[in-house]
């Protein structure tokens, strides 16, 4: 039973031709240095931003707080979403900083790896993860927030090449 792995991206790569769902089998491919850029934000009140920005709110740190989620998050992303590989993980980091107009904040996780299968699903949990603290963290000064605009930026690495957003 193998799933079809369609380079020009017409065809899902963990569905096989009965419809069943599996994990793709990475032990053909080479081992090279993998890296994923993920992006995304949290938009919300002049209460609520200047609560996470104050850095001593009444549940801690926000960011600093929000950061270390993320890094955990793409750390356990295998365990989170079924189809993806547990990954030997080199770095991971997660910047949270105010976003230019209005208030929110935006989040960017970097991750890298040397190995047989690429971390954008790990960027992309690191980032989701992030906004899901903040949320948490911030939900008793403004239930209201908005969470947007979770995307890969860019990735490196691996057969299919290199990728960037076209913004």
Known sequence: MTGSNDKD????????SDGRAFMVD????????RRALASGRVNMSDEAFKAAMSGNGKKGNVVSTAEISGIMAAKKTSDLIPM?????ISKVS???????????????????????????????????????TL??????????????????????????????LKL
Request: contains cysteine.
């Open 94 to 132: 997660v910047k949270i900083d105010p976003l230019d107009e209005g208030n929110g904040l935006n989040v960017v996780a970097e991750v890298v790896t040397t190995g047989q299968t690429g971390v954008e699903m790990e960027a992309l949990t690191a980032v989701s993860v992030a906004c899901l």
């Open 26 to 33: 990475v032990s053909g491919k080479g081992i090279s240095r």
């Open 84 to 88: 993806c590989h547990p990954l030997p």
């Open 135 to 164: 949320y948490d963290m911030l939900k008793a000064v403004d239930k209201s927030m908005t969470l947007s605009d979770i995307k890969l930026i860019e990735k490196s690495g691996g057969v299919s090449g290199d990728y960037k």
């Open 9 to 16: 991206g017409g065809s899902l790569t963990h569905i096989d």
